[in-house]
């Protein structure tokens, strides 16, 4: 079993800058690849970021150069810092870890507007 939570959303104004972080729990942490999925209303969820055990990252085109995942495996905690933001950044977050099976958080919202 693992448990995800996140933290860190609000609401901020165009081309301001958010970390969100996830908390997970569980002594495997550290061999689980790791991501950040969205879902804006209406919207399917997508894939943000991804991390692997070993560090390698992917993300999606809309966020290349303005969000950065990382990892502590000493901490369980997988952030996500999140620059320049822009309205179409606006939906609610979640943390998702590949074990055995796939574990979401709980999600946090965050809207960027003016």
């Known amino acids: 079993q693992v448990q995800l939570v996140e933290s860190g959303g609000g609401l901020v104004q165009p081309g301001e800058s958010l970390r969100l972080s996830c908390a997970a729990s569980?002594?495997?942490?550290?061999?689980?690849?790791m991501g950040w999925y969205r879902q804006a209303p209406g919207k399917q969820r997508e894939l943000v970021a991804t991390?692997?055990?070993?560090?390698?990252?992917n993300y999606a085109d809309s966020v290349k150069g303005r969000f950065t995942i990382s990892r502590d495996n000493a901490k369980n905690t997988v952030d996500l810092q999140m620059n320049s933001l822009k309205p179409e950044d606006t939906a609610v977050y979640y943390c998702?870890?590949?074990?055995?099976?796939?574990?979401w958080g709980q999600g946090t919202q965050v809207t960027v507007s003016s």
């Open positions: 991390i692997t055990s070993g560090g390698s990252t």
């Open positions: 998702r870890a590949d074990a055995l099976i796939v574990y």
């Open positions: 569980g002594r495997m942490f550290r061999i689980y690849p």
